[in-house]
């Protein structure tokens, strides 16, 4: 079973758009397991119309609970609470927005009256789509670990391929290069990067090309929008072959890509010169991905 993770180094360059179209293009031939790694705004669903099997809670940090009960209203927690998140009374309470988990008051009550809590910080879902099962997840606002949660949907999801004997684990990705994307690029085989011909597009590119090969990952490139900037996009078309990294598209702006997602379909589902470019660059990804096997 092969990983392909799709990356971008900032938000809006049409990363799910091309993993919607990927996974329309490679389930025609291989069976396939889908993961949309971006727990903050997970939106691979919009394409794919996936049916819910199954929900799940997602446990994050731990937060401070008070017992009213052994609480003799001494001060200490509020005094020592870096955070100001101790809400004083005749019986202390503890803010569980502005808790930060660090445990300084559990440690410091005199009369223990304070436990630290697991806390409820998002959902992960198992869902059936037309191309293959998907797995995904919602961080709810506020939250921490996310990139925690990024790792659970991934072993879950590879957990599947391996049951189902599928060829390929498809990841949508998260934008940018932190945490979450860190874990989403764990134990792939091939990171494509999908930029546009912008100034922060290059940026943002060169950024992601650094974290892939930090992590000895493979990576390919995939320029959308190409026509609409296409100085800017001479210039990331030179960065590439300076770097040595494959550029396998060019995509146009194609009106045709938002028509596909008011629809509720991969752009490759019709015919159109977008369509035709994300299918040739799937024949090189196939290449690149499979050439072991």
């Keep these: 079973m092969k990983q392909l993770v799709i990356l971008s180094g900032k938000g809006g360059t049409g990363k799910t758009t091309v993993t919607a179209a990927l996974a329309h293009l490679a389930a025609q031939t291989r069976p396939i397991v889908l993961a949309d790694a971006d727990v903050d705004a997970a939106n691979l669903g919009l394409v794919l119309a996936p049916v819910t099997e199954e929900t799940h809670d997602f446990t994050g940090g731990r937060i401070a609970v008070v017992d009213a009960a052994r609480c003799i209203a001494c001060g200490r927690c509020a005094e020592i609470c870096r955070f100001d998140a101790v809400v ?103 990171a494509l990067i999908v930029t546009e011909p912008t100034v922060s597009g290059a940026h943002d590119l060169e950024r992601a090309l650094g974290l892939a090969a930090h992590f000895n990952i493979p990576a390919m490139v995939l320029l959308n929008k190409a026509d609409l900037g296409p100085a800017q996009a001479e210039a990331i078309v030179a960065h590439c072959a300076a770097r040595n990294v494959p550029l396998i598209g060019r995509l146009p702006y194609d009106a045709a890509v938002t028509e596909a997602m008011v629809r509720g379909e991969p752009v490759t589902a019709g015919d159109g010169p977008v369509s035709a470019a994300l299918s040739e660059a799937w024949t090189l990804l196939q290449q690149q991905i499979f050439s072991d096997v």
């Design 88 to 190: 004083p009374g005749d019986t202390y309470a503890v803010d569980p927005i502005a808790c930060e988990g660090c445990a300084t008051c559990f440690y410091e009550c005199p009369t223990h009256a304070i436990t630290m809590t697991p806390q409820r910080a998002g959902q992960w879902f198992v869902a059936t789509t037309r191309y293959g099962p998907l797995y995904h997840a919602h961080l709810f606002a506020g939250q921490e670990n996310s990139g925690k949660l990024v790792t659970l949907v991934k072993q879950m999801a590879r957990l599947r391929a391996f049951d189902d004997a599928a060829d390929l684990l498809l990841v949508d990705g998260p934008p940018g290069i932190g945490c979450p994307v860190i874990a989403a690029l764990a134990g792939a085989n091939l």
